[in-house]
């Protein structure tokens, strides 16, 4: 499928997935790779959220970890403020740094415990060789919403939540244009996640940053992003405007994943499960045009 | 699991080359300066020369190593300096004496620490913490200075236990037995307190895993859940402590051996180190690594056979 | 060395309290500012013999031979030469300082270093040195010593130094193995993406985190070393001019039937030594983990009395006389609490009532330290053992089940079952499917292994596995997540019962499997008859699945009532809070304008 068929990404993408390809050697005489990744074409444009949508082992971390230099891109490109950042060095790859930024699922995992909020802020900026003030902390502090005085605490003080605002932060620090959220709500608790979520559209009004916004909910993924794509072992099966993947989804697996998520009302869901049934049966009849593979 | 144990033998083999290589290195890399000091002073020049000669010194280090290699596949391993017999047929009147003590160690060390470290884990509370408290003294202390204490205590103050000796089992039972009972005391008291620790821990966490909690709901007694389950799980480190420690052990029943002046083959290594009687030397370092492959290679097959995840990767 | 290298089996990786903090911590023990004390007085023993020492540790006054203590000019007596057992043994204590100090210096720089690089890097680097790691660890230490007395005579300084290489893998097996734990860590994966290089990170990051376990380790490390030390000299092999500890208790030991207390003294002193630096080390160990502080169970007299002093919370039964029925559950003003000292606790549940009907599905939701999976886990009795039921009682089919513990054991696995969160962890992965399926039925039903195998195939054909027969005979780790859930409901229907307790079932599930596991819990529910409790933070799951909703916040249930009027007009603040924060109708984002972004 090509990337534009999906509506908005006219105009030169900020960041631009050609082709791309993440396999593993295994281990053992003459076992062939493991392709976890294959054929992936995506583009991003500044101001924009691209949602990837994909279950347990689908790949979907991996692409955002591809992105960031963290996992190796084996085939294709990726082009990032015009250039592959694909086979950049590590010590190249630092200049984008900038640019190219992180928030991760698991908050605590995600700060070291035994650092100072201040310290934890002041990271990247340390890496740049730039000293960072005070007045940043206070700033990005502001900017997430959390205390001015929260600067001088230690991360294994603070709540999931308030964890997950001061990686926020950490990855505002450097103005970057490009956030990988890679499931940031989906460790938190429902209410907390609503809050996160409204503080990333906040972020994104007033920045202009662009995200690509992982995770394996649905709703989350249709309530903050402008584009979906939906990820099936490895490939994108489906592209396109929030409203459509949501509202009138193409593939079958798309389909059948609208259909899993239950409805937070007793009537809506039961009709959904009726709506599911009948999808399954109408799917098992027709085997041969559910294949679950990118058509 | 032939594979397994296969593999393992194959990884044992590569071990026992190296180690024997390292200490065969080290040992030889003066050859006739040992030879030298082993002689003596009045020895001449023609009878170093000799022994040089017969043992192979003036070729490189790595073509001795061949040729000792060589020789310990035929079953040789050469002669003793001191004593002229061959280190085998030494070794062969020593090896009982050691291998009880330490075969007996090791069985009452892991029958003492599983209880201990069960029911510690299982107990909790105020047993828990003397145990504990108890095992982290008992663990500092090493263990000839643990059999000069109860030499001290049973054999001199209270004379209950022979101080030095030891009886071959053939002769008079009892008086083995007898022979025995500090030495080997000495030894366990150590080692039981060092791995009934490590083995609680093992427990402590075993218990925690959610798996227990849902046996537990499922009716299955807490006898089945602690001896057939938990036990299981925490048999993957225990195994590994108690490897570490028959190596430690090894060393340990050099001293022990010579504080009770039993006639094993920790004693035969100190005259041999001393003396510079290099065959002899070689002779202990092979049997010390075959002891050691062997406990870790069963400590391994033990493990594979408990463990499924590591029989089927 | 075995209780060096054994001490590596866990590594224990917390947050790491560090600096002054630590050291107060550990002063501030009895046994920590003991040993310190004694150890400082040992350094100072050692440091000062050229001073302090009354006597040249040589000089040999025949008429002392063998003297006792207390009696003459040696303090401690004579040895069988003749010679000052007090000065000999301070300038043995010097000796011994700095045999240990080249141990450590050389095992730590070694292994330290070694580990950190292989434990950072990893591939092939981390293979080579992780198999010298293991020669050097099989080898047996002191046997290894004592040959090499062939080739370095009776230089213990370079046999200390020797020792010190045997025994560096101790140090770099646990340094590897700490950076490894923390390499996975995704904060060292944000600091690459800030742009930070591996030296930086290894600075901020890895160093922090593995200096207080290398502290620890060294305290058991100059444990053995002292040991080692004594053990070389007392067989000889050390330089027979200089005094030593091991020297000392070889001669004396000698000479036990001659002259007793001389043994005492050189025991004393190894053995003070190395009992306060492996206690320290233990001390230091906790006061390191004291953070991450861990529960412990109370006595039962503090339980007594905790219980005594409860009041209750709960409005007066107002229906109990009104329905001649009794329901199949009833929870009454259950409280629960965890350890916050030795003599009390913090309540997480306060007062929580509960009833469930045949046939009925309650659901229990809340957000995370709401209490829900507490009061589901004291249904069945399973709270983890340090917690404790304050007050209340938890009634099935009238018959309270807290006060009488042997009730509750026949009544668990046989008429209330339970099916857990977490699939793949709730199986004992050393037993098969099928084996651990057996032994909780047979746990609960009087039937022949035969007889077990043959129903439990039904049940798992019947809760959707394609190949029971196959499945039966698979160890957990070869089965999937969905595939382990199922079979996780098919052990809790083994015993047949009434009620299940199921906590939060399907949320470590992908969406596409939670969808059929609803979808099998509902069916089978109807099938059976049974009365359920589904604890969850999903509204989604309650929407689908349940009758009757309990919404908890911080330990009390806050509104309880049927799924429909809940949902249609849910009365607490806290409720609709949460309803709202569902992202269903969440509105959509505005198509960006084509090309507003460049």
Request: hydrophobic fraction near 45%.
């Amino acid at each position: 499928m090509n990337a534009s068929a999906g509506g908005s990404a006219s105009g030169t993408p900020l960041l631009s997935l050609q082709d791309v390809q993440v396999s593993y050697p295994t281990r053992g005489f003459r076992s062939p790779p493991l392709t976890v990744l294959d054929g992936i074409s995506l583009d991003i444009c500044e101001h924009e959220t691209v949602g990837l949508v994909g279950e347990s082992g689908s790949g979907k971390t991996t692409l955002g970890r591809a992105l960031l230099g963290l996992a190796p891109v084996t085939g294709g490109r990726v082009v990032f403020g015009g250039r592959d950042i694909s086979t950049l060095s590590r010590a190249e790859r630092r200049r984008t740094a900038k640019d190219l930024q992180v928030v991760f699922q698991d908050p605590y995992s995600s700060l070291n415990p035994a650092m100072t909020i201040e310290d934890i802020l002041t990271e990247p900026l340390l890496a740049r060789g730039e000293k960072g003030g005070r007045d940043i902390v206070r700033r990005l502090l502001d900017q997430v919403h959390l205390p001015q005085d929260a600067g001088r605490r230690l991360a294994r003080e603070f709540s999931g939540g308030q964890r997950q605002r001061i990686a926020i932060a950490r990855a505002l620090v450097l103005d970057p244009k490009l956030v990988v959220c890679d499931e940031p709500t989906s460790a938190l608790d429902m209410s907390t996640q609503a809050r996160i979520l409204t503080l990333f559209k906040e972020i994104q009004e007033t920045t202009g940053v662009a995200y690509l916004f992982i995770t394996h909910d649905l709703a989350v993924v249709r309530a903050i992003s402008h584009r979906i794509a939906v990820l099936l072992q490895g490939k994108i099966v489906e592209l396109g405007s929030a409203a459509q993947v949501t509202g009138d989804p193409q593939h079958p697996y798309t389909q059948r994943l609208l259909m899993a998520a239950p409805v937070a009302d007793p009537v809506a869901q039961r009709e959904r499960r009726v709506e599911r049934q009948r999808l399954l049966e109408r799917q098992a009849e027709r085997p041969s045009e559910v294949v679950d593979t990118p058509r | 699991m032939l594979m397994f144990i296969g593999r393992k033998l194959a990884a044992g083999l590569v071990l026992f080359i190296a180690v024997t290589f390292v200490t065969f290195l080290l040992v030889f890399s003066n050859g006739e300066e040992s030879v030298r000091n082993n002689l003596g002073e009045l020895a001449t020049e023609d009878q170093i020369a000799q022994r040089v000669n017969e043992l192979n010194l003036d070729q490189p280090v790595l073509v001795q190593y061949v040729k000792w290699l060589g020789s310990l596949l035929t079953g040789s391993l050469g002669r003793s300096f001191n004593s002229g017999e061959t280190v085998t047929s030494i070794l062969a009147t020593r090896i009982p004496v050691t291998l009880s003590i330490i075969f007996l160690a090791l069985l009452v060390t892991s029958v003492l620490s599983i209880a201990v470290g069960v029911v510690s884990a299982v107990k909790g509370g105020w047993v828990d913490r003397s145990l504990q408290f108890l095992a982290g003294g008992a663990a500092a202390l090493p263990s000839f200075l643990v059999a000069i204490a109860l030499t001290f205590l049973f054999a001199i103050a209270l004379p209950i236990f022979p101080a030095t000796g030891y009886v071959p089992f053939g002769e008079d039972p009892g008086r083995w037995a007898t022979s025995l009972v500090l030495p080997i005391a000495a030894l366990v008291i150590h080692m039981v307190a060092n791995s009934a620790q490590q083995f609680r821990g093992a427990m402590v966490d075993a218990l925690k895993q959610d798996y227990i909690r849902t046996l537990r709901s499922r009716g299955v007694p807490e006898r089945a859940v602690v001896l057939r389950h938990a036990l299981r799980n925490a048999a993957a480190p225990g195994l590994t402590i108690l490897s570490v420690q028959t190596i430690g052990l090894v060393g340990g029943a050099v001293l022990i051996e010579q504080i009770f002046a039993l006639p094993g083959v920790g004693q035969f290594t100190i005259r041999a180190a001393i003396a510079g009687d290099l065959p002899s030397v070689m002779g202990v370092v092979v049997f010390g690594t075959l002891l050691v492959l062997v406990v870790n290679i069963l400590a391994d097959v033990v493990n594979a056979w408990i463990n499924p995840r590591v029989r089927l990767s | 060395m075995s209780e060096v290298t054994s001490n590596l089996v866990s590594p224990q990786l917390d947050a790491p309290v560090v600096g002054r903090r630590l050291w107060r911590r550990v002063l501030g023990n009895p046994v920590g500012f003991v040993t310190v004390l004694l150890l400082v007085l040992i350094v100072a023993f050692g440091v000062l013999a050229p001073w302090l020492a009354p006597n040249d540790p040589n000089l040999a006054r025949l008429e002392l031979t063998n003297a006792g203590p207390f009696s003459t000019d040696f303090w401690l007596g004579g040895d069988n030469t003749g010679r000052d057992i007090l000065s000999r043994l301070m300038f043995a204590t010097r000796g011994t300082l700095v045999a240990i100090l080249v141990v450590l210096v050389v095992s730590s720089l070694l292994g330290g270093t070694a580990g950190l690089i292989a434990g950072y890097f990893g591939g092939r680097l981390d293979d080579a040195a992780d198999w010298i790691s293991n020669v050097l660890l099989a080898l047996p230490g002191i046997v290894l010593l004592i040959v090499l007395y062939t080739v370095i005579g009776p230089n213990i300084l370079l046999a200390m130094a020797v020792y010190g290489v045997l025994i560096s893998p101790s140090y770099f097996r646990l340094v590897r193995s700490l950076v490894q734990s923390i390499r996975h860590e995704l904060y060292i994966d944000a600091a690459k993406v800030a742009g930070l290089s591996d030296r930086r990170i290894v600075a901020r990051h890895v160093l922090r985190a593995v200096r207080g376990p290398i502290i620890v380790h060294s305290a058991f490390v100059l444990a053995s070393a002292i040991a080692v030390q004594a053990a070389l000299e007392f067989l000889g092999l050390g330089d027979p001019t200089d005094p030593s500890w091991g020297r000392m208790l070889q001669d004396a030991f000698n000479n036990i039937f001659v002259n007793r207390v001389a043994v005492v003294w050189p025991v004393l002193l190894i053995g003070a030594t190395t009992l306060s630096l492996v206690m320290l080390g233990n001390v230091i160990r906790d006061a390191l983990q004291a953070s991450a502080s861990r529960p412990t169970a109370l006595s039962p007299a503090v339980v007594r009395r905790l219980r005594a002093e409860q009041v209750s919370e709960a409005e007066p039964r107002s229906e109990a006389g009104q329905s001649d029925r009794l329901p199949l559950l009833r929870v009454c003003d259950l409280a629960i609490g965890y350890p916050d000292s030795t003599t009390t606790v913090k309540p997480v549940v306060h007062g929580v009532d509960l009833v469930v009907e045949r046939g009925e599905i309650h659901g229990l939701v809340g957000e995370s330290g709401s209490g829900k999976s507490q009061v589901a886990l004291s249904i069945l009795g399973i709270l983890p053992p340090e917690a404790v039921i304050l007050r209340g009682a938890i009634e099935f089919h009238g018959e309270d089940l807290l006060a009488d513990p042997r009730r509750m054991r026949e009544v668990r696995g046989r008429r209330i079952a339970y099916v857990p969160q977490e699939p793949l962890s709730n199986l004992d992965p050393t037993f098969t499917v099928g084996q651990q399926l057996t032994y909780g039925l047979r746990a609960v039903k009087d039937v022949s292994r035969r007889e077990a195998r043959q129903q439990l195939l039904e049940l798992l054909d019947r809760v959707g596995i394609r190949n029971p027969a196959r499945v039966f005979d698979l160890y957990p780790h070869q089965v999937s997540g969905g595939m382990a859930q199922r079979v996780l409901i098919a052990g809790a229907l083994a015993g047949d019962p009434e009620l299940i307790i199921a906590d939060e079932p399907t949320t470590a599930l992908d969406v596409t499997v939670q969808a059929d596991v609803l979808e099998l819990l509902r069916n089978l529910q109807q099938e059976r008859e049974l009365g359920m409790v589904i604890v969850t933070h999903n509204f989604g799951v309650v929407a689908d699945l349940c009758d009757r909703v309990s919404v908890m916040q911080s330990g009390r249930i806050v509104e309880s009532r049927s799924a429909r009027d809940l949902f249609a007009s849910p009365e607490h603040e806290y409720t609709r809070m949460l309803l709202n924060s569902s992202l269903d109708g969440a509105e959509l984002r505005t198509p960006l304008a084509v090309g507003s972004g460049a």
